[in-house]
Structure formats: structure tokens, C-alpha cells
């Protein structure tokens, strides 16, 4: 398993690119340092980074209400990283779909 896990392409996160266009946010592997981060997506998507910032998301225990009973689970736990590239860099996330 590699660094990058997956690019995070949500409703907030699509928010984040607009409101600052050369900011992207990826799900990593929880064992990466920032400085493993900066060069998998250097070498993944070919545009130099500047910042990377990362947060830490720890599971929550869910549960549901079902006809057999309640039914508990636990959600993973992520690393997030939110990437910050050289004015004029852009990573196209739907380029080779």
C-alpha cells in the first residue's frame, strides 16, 4: 500500500479549492510523515508542494436501530492530508477517467 490512499473530493473539500485553488486534500496512510507526503504527490501528479498540513481522524462508535435489535460498529480511523502547490499547479483528479 502506498502513501496516497485516495484524493478527497467532497462537497467541503471542493469548497477548500475554490475559496484557495492550489489547496487539494488526500486520504493517507496513518504511518506517513509530511515530508513522505510531499514527495508521493510530487512523483504521483508531477507539481511541486509547498505546506503540507495534516489531521488525524479517530473512529467513532456508530449504532442503528434495526427489527433484530441495535446494531453497533465502529468507523476507521484516517489520516487526512491537505496539500498546498507552487501558484499555478494543479492536480487533475479526473484527467485519465
Same mark, same amino acid.
Given at each position: +500500500?502506498?502513501?496516497?490512499?485516495?484524493?478527497?473530493?467532497? &462537497?467541503?473539500?471542493?469548497?477548500?479549492?475554490? $475559496?484557495?485553488?492550489?489547496? !487539494?486534500? !488526500?486520504?493517507?496512510?496513518?504511518?506517513?510523515? $509530511?515530508?513522505?507526503? $510531499? $514527495?508521493?504527490? &510530487?512523483? +504521483?501528479?508531477?507539481?511541486?508542494?509547498? =505546506?503540507?498540513?495534516? +489531521?488525524?481522524? =479517530?473512529?467513532?462508535?456508530? =449504532?442503528?436501530?434495526?427489527?433484530?435489535?441495535?446494531?453497533?460498529?465502529?468507523?476507521? =480511523?484516517?489520516?487526512?492530508?491537505?496539500?498546498?502547490?507552487?501558484?499555478?499547479?494543479?492536480?487533475?483528479?479526473?484527467?485519465?477517467?
Amino acid at each position: +500500500m502506498g502513501i496516497i490512499i485516495k484524493p478527497i473530493v467532497t &462537497e467541503k473539500q471542493t469548497a477548500i479549492t475554490k $475559496k484557495t485553488p492550489n489547496r !487539494f486534500g !488526500f486520504r493517507v496512510s496513518p504511518e506517513a510523515n $509530511k515530508l513522505e507526503i $510531499k $514527495k508521493a504527490v &510530487e512523483e +504521483m501528479y508531477k507539481v511541486s508542494v509547498v =505546506s503540507v498540513n495534516t +489531521m488525524n481522524y =479517530s473512529g467513532k462508535v456508530k =449504532s442503528r436501530y434495526t427489527k433484530s435489535g441495535v446494531v453497533t460498529g465502529r468507523q476507521d =480511523s484516517y489520516k487526512k492530508a491537505i496539500v498546498t502547490l507552487k501558484e499555478g499547479d494543479i492536480v487533475d483528479f479526473f484527467s485519465n477517467i
